[in-house]
């Protein structure tokens, strides 16, 4: 029975991105990969325990080291990405990112054959046979496993902005969707996903956590897959909520956010605030108007007394925080809208193509 432990919680303000990609083939179609890449070939020194496939061969993910700061996180970002790319080109393959392929089928794919994922196939079954997804995971140290709990519960209600900016995944399975993004419905089929209630400290989510896995409901507490928890044994706060993304500078904006999101809600623990303790219900209604409209979205306020756009937002959060990263990602193109307007104006080849990693 793996589960974690509040002494996991030592460090504050460490980070860790973990990436999930696409193996493609010359055409920029996922194919079976993940074989060659993590099993019959040793992989860079800098990917060395730090490379591993997800559900289908096509899908691959990768860990950064644990770092102490944003200028360190940035670098590792690099390297991780330098590497598992010509990794791949060695073997014939490219990577893509994104938070679906547009170009996957699921029913023409191939599961992985590690234990744990025909375990889960065989539990979950249809959720989890379609389930092509790819996200951004960031990782921020927290020194005390209460605060973690605590930065866990109020960081809910900032998901919907990540989301909104991160949507890039208008298609699945060969089909318009009509979502910004369609990964985070997608995925929420899945059992123990999505938004998380409250906990009212970390032993009541260790003990969920504990029965959930004794009564055999999950085979490992990494099975808890909400869109943010307290990673027991890594002592972070995980937020999991961004959809792949093929551009670094993307990625690291929402590292930089997270990043100080939980620097300032631990400082608020500390200073003895009470917290929101927000209701599930407008917290999936935002989510709902971020997968659905990206950057177009309106979301509700905290009070529930309206509702305030994406823009307005960022600007509050940029303002708020010192961070800048998130203005960029809204004044850009999102990736949503761009894959759109690419399959319109190009067709699907020059989807596939803007989703490559670069060299």
């Avoid at 360190?72 to 060695?90: D, F, M, N, P, W």
């Avoid at 005390?144 to 605590?150: G, I, P, R």
């Avoid at 869109?227 to 904006?253: L, M, N």
Wanted: hydrophobic share 35%; with cysteine; aromatic share 8%.
């Amino acid at each position: 029975m793996e589960l974690g432990s509040r002494d996991a919680f030592d460090r504050m303000g460490t980070l860790g991105i973990e990436e999930e990609f696409y193996v493609v083939d010359e055409a920029g179609r996922p194919t079976a990969g993940t074989d060659e890449l993590v099993y019959e070939s040793d992989p860079p020194a800098v990917l060395e325990g730090r490379l591993d496939h997800e559900l289908f061969k096509c899908v691959i993910e990768t860990q950064t080291p644990t770092v102490e700061s944003l200028s360190a996180g940035r670098e590792a970002l690099s390297e991780v990405r330098t590497a598992l790319v010509e990794h791949a080109h060695e073997w014939g393959f490219d990577i893509a990112a994104a938070g679906l392929h547009p170009a996957a089928r699921w029913r023409s794919l191939e599961h992985a054959e590690k234990s744990r994922y025909r375990s889960q196939l065989e539990r979950i079954q249809y959720p989890q046979h379609r389930n092509t997804t790819a996200g951004l995971h960031v990782h921020v140290g927290v020194d005390d496993a209460d605060k973690a709990m605590w930065v866990a519960n109020e960081l809910r209600w900032y998901l919907p902005v990540m989301l909104a900016l991160s949507a890039n995944s208008p298609f699945w399975n060969g089909y318009d969707t009509g979502l910004a993004s369609a990964r985070a419905r997608i995925f929420e089929g899945l059992p123990n996903t999505g938004m998380p209630t409250a906990f009212e400290d970390f032993e009541t989510f260790r003990r969920f956590e504990r029965t959930m896995v004794e009564t055999g409901s999950i085979n490992d507490r990494g099975e808890l897959w909400y869109d943010v928890r307290p990673h027991s044994e890594h002592g972070t706060v995980e937020v999991r909520t961004p959809d792949g993304q093929a551009d670094p500078d993307r990625v690291f904006a929402f590292v930089e956010y997270t990043a100080a999101l939980v620097e300032d809600l631990a400082a608020r623990y500390e200073d003895g605030e009470t917290g929101r303790n927000h209701r599930r219900e407008p917290l999936d209604e935002n989510k709902w108007r971020a997968l659905r409209y990206g950057h177009d979205a309106e979301l509700l306020t905290p009070e529930w007394d309206g509702t305030v756009g994406l823009g307005e937002l960022v600007d509050r959060e940029c303002e708020r925080l010192g961070v800048s990263g998130l203005r960029a990602l809204y004044e850009a193109e999102s990736g949503a809208e761009r894959q759109r307007r690419l399959l319109d104006e190009e067709g699907l080849d020059a989807v596939c193509a803007a989703l490559l990693l670069g060299p």
